[in-house]
């Protein structure tokens, strides 16, 4: 969305002119070093999904303005974003598929050192003629919640080999994505008996890595086995403290036609409902019942919740990439009152 009117710093959040995002900073701060704290004391080390909120201000407080520690991304055009504003260790999710890709990859490693996720043979043979010390590779895991990957053991063994024997680029490890809470065993089960397969064959990844970018982070998972090296994590910045988040989209009452009802001026051109419709923070009995391109239609038991026009809504994405990437500026919320406007660095970089 376009900036809307600006308010001055200082003004309290829900006079902010609306539909809008809403970061609170020290919800935010704590959540991330709540997340630290669970791997203090493991072998295995929290690398943040920047791609999930886009933005280098969230980015460098994950990473304590340590440009050189390693983020995630999703895609190749959002690890140009965070190169251009000084991160030199970004890992892609997106293998650079085509000519305009390869020939941006090339570009992008003078700036940072890189390191793509390849599935099979194709993605491998696309980087045939690179012999650039900042470029790694990661071989993808398949499990039953993803079955993008390197299809059987044999398979990877013969590409471990190609690679580390016909070509000058670094082979880093293995990753597996869980895209469900039920699916994080199969993950560690899957690319931990890929690790054993390949060190039978006297072969060792230096980096076992587990993406759970769009799960809640947990303390289970500082429970990882000592293998595991690294955990990806796009969710933690706004979910761990509890059951209030760090990010809410704000919007307002418009109109109440009828007790139990109220239209709200965000729909889905403000919040994505690909993923799911939003939930109702401050109003927790309320539901969102469905939305249209500008509106949300609320419903809530009158004997509970009085809405009345112009009262504000706050509303949890279903998905925090997916609502990020629908503002061009998040506002910085400190003691309820608006502390900055930050932009959304790398928005609308799907490729």
Not at 12 to 18: I, R
Not at 163 to 183: A, M, P, Q, R, Y
Request: glycine share 6%.
């Amino acid at each position: 969305m376009e900036r809307p009117t600006s308010k001055p710093i200082g003004h309290h959040y829900l006079e902010l002119d609306t539909p809008t995002m809403v970061v609170n900073t020290d919800l935010l701060k704590s959540n991330i070093e709540n997340a630290k704290s669970y791997f203090k004391d493991t072998s295995c080390k929290l690398i943040p999904n920047v791609g999930t909120h886009g933005t280098a201000e969230i980015a460098r407080y994950q990473t304590n303005s340590n440009q050189d520690l390693p983020v995630f991304v999703d895609t190749l055009q959002q690890a140009q974003s965070f190169a251009n504003i000084g991160f030199k260790n970004i890992i892609i999710e997106s293998p650079p598929v085509g000519v305009g890709k390869i020939e941006s990859l090339g570009q992008l490693l003078d700036a940072a050192h890189i390191t793509v996720s390849l599935s099979n043979l194709a993605h491998l043979s696309l980087l045939q003629g690179f012999s650039r010390a900042n470029l790694s590779v990661l071989f993808r895991i398949p499990n039953k919640s993803d079955s993008v990957g390197i299809e059987t053991h044999q398979e990877l063994l013969e590409l471990v080999k190609l690679l580390t024997e016909h070509f000058e680029i670094n082979w880093k490890g293995l990753i597996s994505v869980s895209k469900g809470s039920d699916s994080f065993e199969g993950s560690l089960k899957e690319i931990l008996s890929a690790e054993s397969f390949l060190q039978s064959h006297s072969l060792t990844s230096s980096e076992l890595l587990i993406n759970t970018s769009n799960q809640s982070l947990s303390k289970a998972h500082s429970n990882l086995p000592s293998k595991i090296t690294g955990l990806i994590s796009g969710n933690y910045p706004f979910e761990v403290n509890g059951s209030v988040p760090a990010c809410s989209i704000v919007a307002t009452v418009m109109s109440t036609p009828e007790p139990g009802r109220a239209y709200i001026d965000c729909g889905q051109k403000s919040i994505s409902i690909d993923r799911g419709v939003p939930s109702v923070v401050n109003y927790g009995k309320a539901l969102i019942e469905k939305m249209s391109a500008e509106h949300g239609y609320l419903v809530f038991d009158i004997n509970d919740i009085n809405l009345k026009i112009g009262d504000k809504v706050l509303l949890r994405p279903a998905n925090y990439s997916d609502a990020f990437n629908l503002y061009d500026f998040i506002n910085l919320i400190k003691n309820d009152r608006l502390e900055s406007v930050i932009e959304t660095t790398a928005r609308g970089t799907f490729k």
